[in-house]
């Protein structure tokens, strides 16, 4: 059930420069639709199958983010429609969905998922890698022309101290303004910092953020 206090309240603590993705995984298509009749448009999902099923049922308007880990040979399932897919660690992967964009023409927005949280082994890119797959991209732009770089992505280890979550997102956020705060400040593009969930995304809109995915703090809990 969808409590429309809770979703008005979040969308006032982020105001107009942080956007919110509404992460419906595991959810039915009815409560994703009664958050789309308050008026949210970004949700996202981290299972292939499932996501397919619910952009088939659910408005075209919808802009569905891809946020977990996405396998190579299943992106061709979601390149038709995805609007956004964060979590991209390998250039692979990459080269896989500029592949996959091109047979639908399209260019598809991608965001890098770095590994910020220093004790839990989540999918992710350290510093270095980051630095590698960017160069490459740089270094044969006709190899990636249907895909855009939109920014970086991450997930701070679960985890009640706040100074330790604090510090993964400000080093994330160190890792943003190194890589794109030039191109942003050359173009008329906008860049994404996708960080913050249910439990932490104050701190992560306080360290810079200006993408949060909220699950169950919107939906209820996950079984
Ligand atoms: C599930 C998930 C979220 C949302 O988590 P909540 O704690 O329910 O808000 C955000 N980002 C990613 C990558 C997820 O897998």
Not at 25 to 37: F, H, M, N, Q
Not at 80 to 87: A, D, N, R, T, Y
Request: proline letters at 2%; a negative charge; glycine letters at 8%.
């Amino acid at each position: 059930m969808i409590m429309q206090s809770v979703y008005e309240e979040i969308l006032g603590e982020l105001g107009p420069d942080v956007q919110l993705v509404a992460v419906s995984k595991t959810k039915p298509v009815e409560d994703i639709r009664a958050l789309y009749d308050l008026g949210q448009r970004d949700f996202g999902e981290n299972y292939v199958q499932e996501l397919v099923d619910k952009h088939s049922q659910l408005p075209s308007d919808i802009r569905w983010h891809f946020i977990g880990h996405l396998q190579s040979n299943k992106v061709k399932y979601i390149a038709g429609f995805v609007h956004l897919i964060q979590g991209v660690d390998s250039l692979r992967l990459l080269k896989e969905i500029n592949k996959q964009a091109a047979r639908h023409n399209r260019v598809i927005a991608c965001l890098l998922q770095v590994h910020i949280a220093r004790e839990e082994t989540k999918f992710g890119l350290d510093a270095t890698e980051l630095d590698e797959i960017l160069q490459a991209v740089r270094a044969t732009p006709q190899d990636f022309t249907h895909i855009r770089i939109r920014g970086l992505m991450g997930m701070a280890s679960f985890t009640e101290d706040q100074e330790k979550v604090r510090e993964e997102f400000k080093g994330l956020k160190d890792l943003f303004v190194e890589h794109f705060s030039r191109a942003q400040a050359s173009s008329d593009q906008h860049f994404v910092l996708s960080m913050g969930m249910s439990g932490d995304y104050t701190i992560a809109v306080r360290e810079g953020s200006n993408m949060v995915r909220i699950g169950s703090l919107l939906f209820g809990k996950r079984v």
